[in-house]
């Protein structure tokens, strides 16, 4: 348990759904990020919130729409994706956005695209 | 470009044998360097990390890693693996500097035979 949870776990949606991720955090920390996992590839960097403002969009496809409503809570919405878009999707938190400190992981929600 | 690299895919050690996981980055200063471990279905978790001062740090689960700035490397060690260490392994590093993100290997996996 490392204070970071997602939901759903799993997802398999069709290319017209729409869809969100969940991620809440109880560890009290002020930075969320939405990174994507692929297979064979180093870890993607997706967005990065700071005290709920956006501070990293690494030119994501808008058919992803990032939403933080709070520093505990953050949303991954999805929008007619694509099979490429299939992957694991992470949630992290940190003390802040400064790189003095560890990101600690949720378990991730694992997306399959139709 | 920031880049991090960790040359072996695959490496299946005995159960009770030594490890070394290797890790070469590429920054323009001496970067803080992470070794994160991702179990199955799970997120991933901080092992160490170097930010300055001794070049041998300790992580949890038994594992170190040495800093050699001469090689660009930030090699994880442990001297006898146990087969709840199999998981895959990824070495990060980021910029001292601000908010520089993590930059993430493409990872190891570690199996572990009896």
């Known amino acids: 348990e490392t204070g970071v949870t997602q939901t759903p776990r799993h997802l398999v949606m069709g290319m017209t759904n729409k869809k969100s991720l969940k991620c809440e955090q109880h560890?009290?920390?002020?930075?969320m990020y939405w990174y994507k996992q692929s297979a064979k590839k180093p870890l993607e960097l997706m967005f990065v919130y700071n005290f709920k403002e956006q501070t990293e969009n690494n030119s994501v496809p808008s058919r992803f729409s990032p939403e933080c409503p709070n520093s505990s809570h953050l949303f991954l919405h999805l929008h007619t994706l694509q099979p490429e878009d299939s992957a694991l999707y992470l949630c992290a938190s940190s003390q802040d956005e400064l790189l003095t400190g560890e990101l600690f992981f949720g378990e991730g929600s694992r997306l399959t695209v139709l | 470009a920031q880049s991090v690299t960790q040359p072996d895919i695959h490496i299946t050690v005995s159960e009770g044998a030594s490890l070394e996981l290797r890790c070469n980055y590429s920054?323009?200063?001496?970067?803080?360097l992470f070794w994160y471990v991702q179990s199955p279905g799970q997120g991933l978790q901080l092992l160490l990390k170097?930010?300055?001062?001794?070049?041998l740090v300790q992580g949890i689960k038994g594992f170190e890693a040495e800093f050699k700035r001469s090689q660009s490397s930030f090699n994880l060690r442990k001297p006898s693996v146990h087969w709840s260490d199999a998981a895959e392994y990824f070495c990060a590093a980021g910029g001292a500097f601000g908010n520089e993100k993590l930059t993430f290997g493409t990872g190891t996996r570690l199996t572990i035979i009896p």
């Open positions: 560890l009290g920390h002020n930075a």
């Open positions: 920054y323009g200063a001496t970067p803080y």
């Open positions: 170097y930010f300055s001062g001794d070049t």
